[in-house]
């Protein structure tokens, strides 16, 4: 995997899971279906995550950029 610009390794998360965590603490993990230069993403089968465990089921979210501190693969 080439990157050489941080988007290159969002775009390369593409229809793979990530965890996403807000500002205010909260943690998503779902399938990034799109993002754009501000980061924000839109993301599909999300889990709100909780202590380590599924809170509650969403479906679509989108996410603001300014709100996301952090993106990392998903544990599978």
């Known amino acids: 995997m080439d990157v ?8 390369s998360s593409k229809d793979r899971r990530i965890m996403v965590e ?3 603490g909260r943690q998503f993990m779902g399938r990034l279906l799109a993002f754009d ?3 924000n993403v839109a993301l599909d089968d999300v889990e709100e995550i909780a202590e ?8 679509k979210a989108f996410l603001r950029g300014d709100t996301i501190i952090l993106i990392s693969p998903a544990e599978e």
Not at 53 to 58: L, N, P
Request: aromatic fraction near 0%.
């Open 52 to 59: 380590g465990a599924t809170k509650r089921r969403i479906g």
């Open 22 to 24: 807000l500002k205010n």
């Open 4 to 11: 050489s610009r941080p988007l290159d390794l969002l775009n």
């Open 37 to 39: 230069i501000h980061i």
